[in-house]
């Protein structure tokens, strides 16, 4: 694992915000950690004692809802911090997060963010604020799932993981979602989901490979209303 001060990972996150003496004692003090893709990181319920800062991968933070199903609530990529709010609020996980691809991560204790949070009052802005950014995120989410279509939805996490995760060798995209992780991602029953995604194969807009899916026309999806 490389030095904090000089890891170009954390201008994406709150860790932007600390000193360079204070990414140093955090370089000294974090201990590197690999997920293997379909890997636990950690579950719901548990008390983190430290927060994770994602180098390299992808996991999915997922809810439990009242059928027993995991519900995937969002999918964090490198460079976001996992476990904010069980460091600020002193609360135990409410979600769980799952590796979707072999991870990369940088562990930091508690004890040593704590101590940042209370004397560099940046620091302590940014993680509000990343904190206040993914809570509107999470409120568009639910107002647009209500407006959109469930077709549309699901068009619009096809170009998103296309977007943001980009293609394997063979084009197709790179993270492989279960048909149950699309349907819950978009709300609708995995029954629905398989039989949108059948209908954008019949379309010519994707098509697919076991579990994995090839966009064949993008533009496409953006049209489907």
């Known amino acids: 694992m490389g030095k904090c001060e000089s890891c170009i990972i954390r201008e994406f996150n709150s860790l932007k915000s600390l000193t360079r003496e204070e990414l140093i004692r955090i370089s000294a003090c974090k201990t590197g ?15 983190l004692n430290g927060v994770y800062c994602i180098r390299d991968g992808v996991c999915k933070l997922t809810k ?12 964090v990529v490198k460079g976001d911090l996992l476990g904010k709010r069980s460091l600020v609020a002193d609360q135990k996980t409410n979600l769980s997060a799952i ?6 991560m940088c562990f930091i204790p508690k004890s040593e963010i704590m101590n940042d949070l209370a004397k560099n009052p940046n620091f302590t802005m940014d993680v509000l604020k ?50 149950e992780d699309y349907a819950s991602i978009v709300g609708t029953a995995t029954e629905s989901a ?24 993008y533009t496409g999806l953006k049209w489907i209303e």
Do not use: C, P
């Not at 549309?152 to 293609?167: K, P, Q, T, V, W």
């Open 130 to 179: 990343d904190m206040a950014n993914e809570l509107r995120t999470s409120e568009e989410s639910l107002v647009t799932m209500a407006q959109k279509s469930v077709k549309r939805r699901m068009a619009e996490i096809l170009m998103y993981s296309h977007d943001n995760f980009g293609l394997d060798e063979e084009g197709f995209l790179s993270i492989v979602l279960s048909r």
């Open 33 to 47: 950690k690999r997920y293997k893709k379909g890997e636990i990181i950690f579950e719901e319920g548990e008390s």
């Open 64 to 75: 439990l809802s009242e059928n027993g199903k995991d519900q995937v609530v969002k999918l």
């Open 99 to 104: 590796a979707l691809n072999d991870m990369e």
């Open 194 to 217: 398989i039989r949108i995604l059948s209908q954008l194969k019949k379309e010519g807009l994707i098509s697919t490979h076991g579990k994995r899916i090839k966009i064949e026309d």
